[in-house]
Structures are given as structure tokens and as C-alpha cells.
């Protein structure tokens, strides 16, 4: 199966969505409810910081992908 490029934005939201759910629902850490609860109260520090995450990805050659369908 080839794998297709996602853009920045569908790489920063799927990150981001996995992380955010993750210290709500994926750990039992006494301090995953203040992170949650930091990062919902967040305006932009949480968009930026997954942002440069990204951005971290590509200038380390690294590209975020999909599995991708192809008809045969």
C-alpha cells in the first residue's frame, strides 16, 4: 500500500488531537488532567508549539503520511 503525503495542517491536527485525547483518555498520570486542562485554556501556545513540532519533522527529513488506496 503507498503511503500519501499529508499537509502540515492534517499532520497538526492529527498529532494534535492524539495527544490532547491521549492525556484524557490514554494515561492515568496524576498530572495528565492539569496538562489536558492547560492545553484546552491554551489561545495559540498549543497551535504553535505543534506547529514547530512539524516544521521539526520536515527539517529532519522526516514527512508525515498516510496509507493511501490505490485502485487497481
Do not use: N, Q
Request: hydrophobic share 40%.
Amino acid at each position: 500500500m503507498p503511503w500519501l503525503p499529508v499537509t502540515d495542517e492534517e499532520a497538526t491536527s492529527a498529532i494534535g488531537e492524539g495527544l490532547h485525547t491521549g492525556l484524557r483518555k490514554g494515561t492515568d498520570a496524576p498530572e495528565a488532567p492539569a496538562l489536558w486542562e492547560a492545553i484546552s485554556a491554551s489561545s495559540t501556545a498549543w497551535s504553535e508549539a505543534l506547529d514547530f513540532l512539524v516544521w521539526g519533522l520536515h527539517h529532519m527529513g522526516y514527512a508525515v503520511c498516510k496509507e493511501h488506496d490505490t485502485p487497481e
